[in-house]
C-alpha cells in the first residue's frame, strides 16, 4: 500500500511539473502574479511529491519489499542496512527518482527565491518545470522503482558488491547536487535569453543570481567526482585512480564547463560583459550532465564503472538531450546576437585573463568530449574500432591545462579594465623562483630522474605559491604593521579567501597527481606466510591468511606487515578479497597503510603456488608518493567553493555591488 | 546459488568454515576448459621489464571494458602481458611490438589512437576548438564595447564602422588599485 503511494506520488509530481510549466507560461504572457505564484506552490508541492516518493523506495529497501522488483533486483536480507538504504539509488530506476527530487528540490529553492525581476523568475520557473516534465515522464513511463513484482521472490538479489563502499553510498547523491544543480544555471540561462535586455543593470545581477548556483554545482560535483575517484582507488584494487574512461569522462566534462560558467559568471557579475558567453556555458554544462547520464546508462562506451546499462532508455535520455538542448541552443542562436551586454576592457586586465581562462577550459572539455566520443563516432562512420587512452589525454588535454594553470596566478593580480602586467610579474617574481626552486628540488629528491615530472612539481609549487603571493599582497603582508594586515585579512571578502584556497587546492592536486603518476613502484610476486615483496624504499610481509565471515560475503583476509627496507617502522595491514555468494561475485580490499603523503597500498590476490610449489597468494605492492594530496587538493578546493558561497554578495537580494578593495 | 548460500549462513560455524574453505578453493582454481593463465614472470633484466611495464599501461586488454592489461586480473591480459615480454625477450623494439599486437588485434588494441585519415579531428581537433573558442571570444569582446544604453541602428551602424577604423583605446578610469 505504502509502496503505491510512492508511485502515485511520483505520478502526481509530474502532473504538478507540467502544471508547474504551463501557469509559469500563462503567468508571464499575461503578465499575472497569481499565475505565477500558483506555478511556485506547483513547484513546491512537485518537490514535496518527489520527495515523498524517493521516501517510500529508501523505505521499501530498508524494510527489503521484494514484492518490489526494484528492491528484489538491488537488495538482499544480509545487506548491512547502509547499503540497503543506498541500494536506493544504487540502480537505474532509483538514481533516476534521486535526480528528479534534486531537479524538482532545487526547482523549489528557485521558486522561494526573493529579488528576481518577476518575467526572469517565471521564465527560469517554467523552464525547470518543464525538464521537470522530461525527466519524471522518463521515471514514470519507462524506469519505475515501483513496479510490483507477483509472486514475490522469497530472497533479492543483491547490490553489486563493488557498489557497496561506504564512499560509494554517497558518492552519487554528491555527484547529482552537482549535475543537476547546473539544471538550474540552464533555466537562468534561457530566462535570461527570453528575457534579457540592453539594461546596464540586468547583466551583473544576472550573473550575481547564477554564480551561486554555479558555485554549489562545482563544489558538489568536485566532491562526487573526488569520492568516485578515491573509491576507484581503494576498491577497484589496480592501484590507479583515473583511468581517462568513458564513464569518468562523463562526469568531468560538466565539471569543466562549471568551472568555466564559474569565471566567466565573475565577469558577467563584476563587469555586465560576456554575458552571451556565460549564457551558453550555462547551457553546455547542464547539456553535458545529460549527456553524462547517457553515456553511463546507454552502455554505449565501454567503460570499467558502466552503471545501468539498457540502450533503449539511453535512447530516451538522449532524445531528452536533444529536446531540451537543442530548443535551448535554438533559442541561443537567435537571441544571442541581440544580447547587449557593457563592459569595457584591455586585453591585459582581470576580465582578460579569465577569458583566457575559459578558452582553455572549453578547449579541454571538449578534448575530453572529442576522446569519449570519437571512437563511438569513427565505428559509427567507417567501422574503425579504436581506443583512447591516457596517452591521448596526456598529449592533448593535459598541455592545455598546462597553459591554464601557468597564467592562473597572474588572473586574481591583474586590476579590472586594463592591467599592469610589469606590476604583476614583479609580484610573482618571489613565487616564481620558488617554484623553480621546488622543480629543481623534485628533479634531485626523487628517483629515477624526470625531467617532465620536476616540472610539474615546478607546475605545482606555482599554484602555490602564486596564489598566497596573492593574498600576501592584498594582506600587505610584511610590508604594512601587522595590525594592519590583520585589519586586512579580516575586512578581505570571503569570496576571496574561496578563490585562494581553490586555486592553492589546485596547486596541491597537481603535485600529488604529478608525482604520484611519475614516481610510483609496483611490484608483484607469489607470497607463501612469511614471504616478503619489496617496493622502492618499502618491504611488504604476508604474515597469515585466514578465512573470515563477514555479513554477506566470505572472505580470505591476508594479515601482512609493511617495513622499511631494514625492517623498521612496522605496521600491520590487512587485505582482503571478498566473495559475494549472491551475486557470485570477487572484490579486493586494498590494504592502505598511509606514510605521511605516501601511500603504500597492497593487493591480495588469488591463491596461486610459488616457486617451491607451496600455496602462496599474489601480493601486488605499491608505493604511490604523495598520493593523499590528489584527494587532499579537491577537498581543499571544495572548501573553497563552500567558503565563497557562503560570501554575503552571492546571496540574493543582497544589493551591494561593490566592495571596498 | 541462493539457496546454497543461505544454507551455509544458517549453518553452525564449523561447517561454515568448510564450505567457506571449499569456496575459496572454487574461486582460486580456474574453470577447468579454461587453459590457466601464463604467470607473470618479470624479465629478467631491468630495462627491459620497464620497457615491458610502459607498454603493458598503452595495451588494452581485448576482452575486458576499458583496462590496460597492466591493471586487468583477466586471464587473456594476462597471455598478452607475456607475449608482450617474450617479443620484448626476444629484442624487437617497443614499435614493432607495437605492430605486432595491432596486426593481430586492430587499432583497437592500443590506448594512443593512430594518425590516419579518420582521426584527424581526434589529434588535431583539441587545438582547432582552442583556436576557434580564442578567435570567436576575441570577436564578442571587440563587437561589444557598447555601453548601457540601447543604440538605434544608424548609430550602431557608425560605431562599427569608427570602431573598425581605430584601435580600442584603454579606458581612462582604469586605474592599477582597483581591485
Known sequence: ????????????????????????????????????????????????????????????????????????????????????????????????????????????????????????????????????????????????????????????????????????????????????????????????????????????????????????????????????????????????????????????????????????????????????????????????????????????????????????????????????????????????????????????????????????????????????????????????????????????????????????????LLAWKRGDLKGVGQRLALAAGLAILMALLGWMAFEPKKALSAAGIGLGAWLIFGTLAEVAERLRLFRAPFAETLRRARSLPLGAWGTTLAHAGLGVFVLGAVVETGYRVEAARALAPGQMIEAGKWAVRLDSVRVVEGPNYLAEQGRLTVTLRDGSAPTAVIAERRFFPTGGQTTTEVGLDFRGLDDVYVVLGERVRNEAGDPAWTVRVWWNPWARLIFLGPAIMALGGLLSLLDRRLRIGVSRRKRTA | MIASALTWMGGTSGRLMLAAVCLMVLIATPIAAEPPPRPDRPLPEAAQETRAQALFRDIRCVVCQHEAISDSPASLAADMRALVRDEIAAGRTDAQVRGDLVRRYGDFVLFTPPLRGGTWLLWFGPFAVLLATGVSLWFFMRRRPTEALPLSATEEADLTRILAEQAVRPVADAKPSDQ
Open chain 1, 1 to 412: 500500500m505504502i509502496v503505491e503511494l510512492g508511485a502515485f506520488a511520483l505520478i502526481l509530481a509530474l502532473v504538478l511539473s507540467a502544471l508547474q510549466t504551463g501557469l509559469a507560461m500563462a503567468g508571464r504572457l499575461r503578465r499575472s502574479p497569481v499565475l505565477a505564484g500558483a506555478a511556485e506552490g506547483a513547484a513546491i508541492a512537485g518537490a514535496v511529491a518527489v520527495a515523498l516518493a524517493f521516501a517510500v523506495l529508501i523505505w521499501a529497501f530498508a524494510v527489503s519489499d521484494f514484492s518490489v522488483s526494484n528492491v528484489a533486483a538491488n537488495s538482499h536480507t544480509d545487506k548491512p542496512m547502509l547499503y540497503k538504504i543506498s541500494g536506493a539509488w544504487g540502480s537505474h530506476e532509483g538514481s533516476l527518482v534521486l535526480w528528479c527530487l534534486v531537479l524538482t528540490g532545487f526547482g523549489a529553492v528557485l521558486a522561494r527565491a526573493r529579488g528576481l525581476p518577476f518575467g526572469l523568475k517565471v521564465s527560469a520557473i517554467a523552464t525547470q518545470g518543464a525538464l521537470g516534465v522530461m525527466f519524471l515522464a522518463f521515471t514514470v513511463f519507462t524506469s519505475n522503482p515501483f513496479v510490483r513484482l507477483n509472486p514475490a521472490p522469497f530472497q533479492g538479489n543483491s547490490l553489486n558488491p563493488l557498489l557497496q563502499d561506504p564512499a560509494l553510498a554517497v558518492h552519487p547523491p554528491l555527484l547529482y547536487l552537482g549535475y543537476v544543480g547546473l539544471s538550474v544555471c540552464f533555466s537562468l540561462a534561457v530566462a535570461a535569453l527570453i528575457e534579457g535586455r540592453a539594461n546596464s543593470s540586468f547583466w551583473p545581477a544576472w550573473g550575481r543570481w547564477i554564480r551561486p548556483w554555479a558555485l554549489a554545482s562545482w563544489a558538489f560535483l568536485t566532491t562526487g567526482i573526488t569520492l568516485g575517484a578515491f573509491w576507484a582507488y581503494y576498491e577497484l584494487g589496480w592501484g590507479g585512480w583515473w583511468f581517462w574512461d568513458p564513464v569518468e569522462n562523463a562526469s568531468f566534462m560538466p565539471w569543466l564547463a562549471a568551472t568555466a560558467l564559474l569565471h566567466s559568471a565573475v565577469v558577467t557579475e563584476r563587469r555586465g560583459a560576456l554575458v552571451g558567453w556565460t549564457a551558453f556555458l550555462a547551457l553546455l554544462a547542464f547539456t553535458l550532465s545529460i549527456l553524462g547520464a547517457f553515456i553511463v546508462r546507454s552502455g554505449v562506451p565501454t567503460s570499467v564503472h558502466a552503471f545501468a546499462v539498457d540502450p533503449e532508455r539511453g535512447m530516451v535520455l538522449l532524445a531528452i538531450l536533444a529536446v531540451a538542448s537543442g530548443a535551448a541552443f535554438a533559442l541561443f542562436a537567435w537571441r544571442a546576437p541581440q544580447l547587449k551586454g557593457g563592459g569595457m576592457f584591455a586585453p591585459v586586465s582581470r576580465e582578460g585573463a579569465l577569458v583566457l581562462n575559459n578558452v582553455f577550459l572549453t578547449a579541454s572539455c571538449a578534448t575530453v568530449m572529442l576522446g569519449t566520443l570519437y571512437p563511438l563516432i569513427l565505428e559509427a562512420a567507417d567501422g574503425a574500432t579504436i581506443s583512447v587512452g591516457p596517452p591521448y589525454f596526456a598529449l592533448t588535454f593535459v598541455p592545455l591545462m598546462v597553459a591554464a594553470l601557468l597564467i592562473l596566478p597572474a588572473g586574481p
